[in-house]
């Protein structure tokens, strides 16, 4: 079992580096319920299926398993409401691997970064594109915006 230990920003896209490569990221929920998340992951030429234990906040417990491709397009099939559609960069900034996320379809317009910690009270010195934390906030989660997408926000 593995620990997972984020944090999450909002971010300011002025300061962006455009030129850097992503990788194509398509995801979905088998299941989400108060206790925790499965989810199926396709990025590129890798598929995952992963556990985590429920709750926003820095820390979760993460169990993660690489499985066929062909068994993740068949379990994608099976999610829950919508199907997450980004492209992930990674960049190094301020001595950090930042994932960088860029949400498509009913997610457009969306950028988030996530930086992963060793320990829950490490420091981080941010770069000027994350401007603003969300990682308490629920609702910059995947498993919310498969349920509610980002382009619904202003309408719900």
């Known amino acids: 079992m ?9 971010m300011d ?3 962006w580096p455009r030129d850097t490569e992503g990788t ?3 995801q979905g ?3 989400v ?23 926003t906040g820095l820390s979760r417990d993460e169990f993660e398993y690489e499985i066929p491709i062909d068994d993740a397009e068949a379990l994608i099939n099976l999610c829950q409401n919508d199907i997450i559609e980004k492209t992930r960069y990674k960049i190094m900034a301020k001595g950090k691997l930042w994932d960088v ?3 498509h379809g009913k997610n457009s317009g969306l950028w988030l970064a996530e930086v992963e910690l060793e320990l829950e009270d490490e ?5 000027k594109w994350a401007i603003q934390e969300v990682t308490d906030d629920e609702k910059y989660y ?4 498969s349920k509610h997408p980002f382009l619904t926000w202003y309408n719900e």
């Open 2 to 10: 593995a620990k997972e230990i984020e944090r999450k920003f909002l």
């Open 13 to 15: 896209l002025t300061h």
């Open 24 to 26: 194509p990221y398509r």
């Open 29 to 31: 929920y088998l299941s």
């Open 33 to 55: 319920t108060e206790k925790g998340i499965v989810r199926v992951r396709i990025k590129g030429d890798i598929a995952t299926l992963t556990v985590k234990s429920s709750g």
């Open 101 to 103: 996320d860029e949400f």
């Open 123 to 127: 420091s981080v010195t941010l770069p």
């Open 142 to 145: 995947n498993a919310f915006l």
